[in-house]
T-cell receptor
Framework: KNQVEQSPQSLIILEGKNCTLQ??????????LRWYKQDTGRGPVSLTI?????NTKSNGRYTATLDADTKQSSLHITASQLSDSASYIC???????????FGAGTRLTVKP | SAVISQKPSRDICQRGTSLTIQCQVD?????MFWYRQQPGQSLTLIAT?????????ESGFVIDKFPISRPNLTFSTLTVSNMSPEDSSIYLC???????????FGQGTRLTVV
């Protein structure tokens, strides 16, 4: 069983709408949780990195939340754009940071 | 930040041959990571390459199949040896800078074995 579960697996929304992607994890001990955006055919690009003590972090139209008690994180995208179409990957880094566990990703498609 | 140049971007190779992928970073980094990404799936860590020591391989990956070099703090190579069609995948290198503060990825190498 994957220790980092993402939902939904895929999502289609209309341009301008908001959406929220979910990430539940079971791994510990926990150092930080990251959200990456990966365009097709490209390497992942970091969106946010949150430590255990952080509850929310924003990067432009992207806002990530973290509840370390329930081991849940979400990535909220506001006023979606066509360029937001990509895979969004949740990654949990364990204490030594050499060990990272990847979610399977959510494939987001934004349509005009 | 760190800028990573990964080569080649793609290649089509015959089974039984080997391919070496290069990863050049524009700054000195201690840890470099090599990942594999199967189509439509997330990343799987192959190994961690630290300068001056042997690479550390994850379960399911062995040095004979994926030899790694790390001659200095800005460069690393991953070789996919004796390739079979099952090795067709995207291979990515990654670096960590400033502890946990940031991770950067290369553009990836799309390998097709025929």
């Amino acid at each position: 069983k994957n220790q980092v579960e993402q939902s939904p697996q895929s999502l289609i929304i209309l341009e301008g709408k908001n959406c929220t992607l979910q990430c539940n994890y079971t791994v510990s001990p926990f150092s930080n949780l990251r959200w990456y955006k990966q365009d097709t055919g490209r390497g992942p690009v970091s969106l946010t990195i949150m430590t255990f003590s952080e509850n929310t972090k924003s990067n432009g139209r992207y806002t990530a939340t973290l509840d370390a008690d329930t081991k849940q994180s979400s990535l909220h995208i506001t006023a979606s754009q066509l360029s937001d179409s990509a895979s969004y990957i949740c990654v949990v880094a364990l204490v030594n940071n050499n060990d990272m566990r990847f979610g399977a990703g959510t494939r987001l498609t934004v349509k005009p | 930040s760190a800028v990573i140049s990964q080569k080649p971007s793609r290649d089509i190779c015959q089974r039984g041959t080997s391919l070496t992928i290069q990863c050049q970073v524009d700054s000195q980094v201690t840890m470099m990571f090599w990942y594999r990404q199967q189509p439509g799936q997330s990343l799987t860590l192959i190994a961690t390459a630290n300068q001056g020591s042997e690479a550390t391989y994850e379960s399911g990956f062995v040095i004979d199949k994926f030899p790694i070099s790390r001659p200095n703090l800005t460069f690393s190579t991953l070789t996919v040896s004796n390739m079979s069609p099952e090795d067709s995948s995207i291979y990515l290198c990654s670096v960590e800078t400033g502890g946990w503060t940031e991770a950067f990825f290369g553009q990836g190498t799309r390998l097709t074995v025929v």
